[in-house]
């Protein structure tokens, strides 16, 4: 075949493949997609940018938003299935459905405040029984429309509002989920001051390897807290939580000096920075023999960590669900801007204060930043 046949026979196939995939109209007539039952989702993605991430920001809401995709979809227990009691059904919004019984377990402490920001934006889009007719019978769809939209809204939210975080993946969005039809037990989101034993056996009950629960914890480079230490609200995780970088694996390896606010707080130790916050959990894992490479691993390495972390939330949003009967709307999460900065040491730190625990692989060599003492900013509410 000569060359010229080759090239004409692939732009076929191209065509082909074009003609496959097309796209459909939507009815707001502004917008298209490649499947219909996706468009219901373009007004809601455009309200919560502009009136609940502030137009696009990489702020509180985004951090709290994310934080609830993993304290919903982690109520899932493959134990107790498996022992034939509840277990929960992992991403399914039981969170803003039972959000009275749910938001009172001590480890979602605070995040009463997300569910209810949420809520109007659920309340206003009007779904109607003919958008969700594409999912499920219209019998069933004027009875589900409220409880559907609580369902996805979470994990769309999450997936939105990462996007606004330069550096981040665009996460993946699968619509389809039936509504939640009981809370999700109480004990299955782990705790700061939980144990590395604890915490890698509650996510293995959830089907989630020691890899995945290393690239989950790459959301705290976006985290902050507001109720470890209350005196302090909004207190980051790093020194960029406003960038979805590497610096959180940096500088939990960093020797911890002081407290940013009162001391004593149960699920804190003491950090590197002034302004920032190491959860004891974090800092356990950043050193036990089990985890401290996989940890070091994705110090200065950002597409690696925005790989393992895309993949393990994609696992995430869709824990408990059958995804056989989900559509996948992806398509209408806005690609991320690209990473700022380069990883670095804080300023007034060197090399000699990171705390070695991988035993097998030296710590990265890293620039050091110029200027006095790093201080860490709290995040401002939204």
């Given amino acids: 075949?000569?060359?010229?046949?080759?090239?004409?026979?692939?732009?076929?196939?191209?065509?082909?493949?074009?003609?496959?995939?097309?796209?459909?109209?939507?009815?707001?007539?502004?917008?298209?997609?490649?499947?219909?039952?996706?468009?219901?989702?373009?007004?809601?993605?455009?309200?919560?940018?502009?009136?609940?991430?502030?137009?696009?920001?990489?702020?509180?809401?985004?951090?709290?938003?994310?934080?609830?995709?993993?304290?919903?979809?982690?109520?899932?227990?493959?134990?107790?299935?498996?022992?034939?009691?509840?277990?929960?059904?992992?991403?399914?919004?039981?969170?803003?459905?039972?959000?009275?019984?749910?938001?009172?377990?001590?480890?979602?402490?605070?995040?009463?405040?997300?569910?209810?920001?949420?809520?109007?934006?659920?309340?206003?889009?009007?779904?109607?029984?003919?958008?969700?007719?594409?999912?499920?019978?219209?019998?069933?769809?004027?009875?589900?429309?409220?409880?559907?939209?609580?369902?996805?809204?979470i994990q769309f939210a999450g997936a939105v509002g990462v996007s606004n975080c330069p550096g981040a993946p665009q996460l993946e969005f699968m619509l389809g989920r039936p509504p939640a039809v009981a809370p999700a037990p109480d004990k299955t989101v782990p705790e700061p001051f939980d144990t590395v034993d604890s915490i890698l056996a509650r996510f293995a009950d959830a089907d989630f390897s020691t890899d995945e629960v290393i690239a989950l914890l790459s959301s705290h480079t976006i985290a902050a807290a507001d109720k470890v230490d209350e005196t302090i609200p909004g207190t980051p995780f790093d020194s960029t939580p406003e960038i979805f970088d590497t610096q959180f694996f940096i500088e939990t390896q960093l020797r911890g000096t002081l407290f940013p606010g009162t001391g004593g707080n149960q699920g804190e130790v003491e950090s590197p920075l002034k302004g920032e916050m190491r959860l004891q959990s974090d800092s356990e894992l950043a050193r036990d023999s089990r985890t401290a490479c996989l940890w070091q691993g994705f110090v200065n390495e950002q597409e690696k960590m925005v790989t393992a972390f895309k993949s393990a939330m994609a696992k995430l949003a869709v824990t408990g669900q059958d995804t056989t009967s989900m559509i996948d709307c992806s398509e209408l999460i806005p690609t991320p801007p690209a990473p700022k900065g380069t990883a670095h040491l804080p300023a007034g730190l060197t090399h000699n204060d990171i705390e070695q625990a991988c035993a097998t692989t030296p710590f990265p060599t890293l620039p050091t930043d110029p200027g006095p003492v790093t201080s860490v900013a709290a995040v401002p509410p939204s």
């Avoid at 498996?82 to 402490?109: C, K, L, Q």
């Fill in 1 to 153: 075949m000569s060359w010229k046949t080759l090239t004409a026979f692939i732009a076929l196939i191209g065509a082909a493949n074009a003609a496959i995939i097309r796209r459909v109209a939507c009815p707001d007539g502004k917008n298209t997609a490649t499947n219909a039952a996706c468009c219901v989702l373009f007004a809601v993605r455009d309200d919560i940018q502009e009136n609940l991430f502030d137009n696009g920001q990489c702020g509180e809401d985004v951090h709290e938003s994310l934080r609830l995709t993993f304290h919903d979809a982690i109520g899932w227990s493959l134990s107790a299935i498996a022992a034939g009691t509840f277990g929960g059904n992992g991403a399914d919004g039981s969170i803003s459905t039972f959000s009275t019984t749910e938001t009172n377990f001590h480890a979602n402490n605070g995040i009463d405040e997300i569910v209810e920001e949420q809520r109007p934006f659920i309340e206003r889009h009007n779904i109607t029984a003919g958008d969700l007719s594409v999912l499920f019978p219209i019998s069933r769809a004027h009875a589900l429309t409220l409880s559907l939209f609580m369902t996805y809204s």
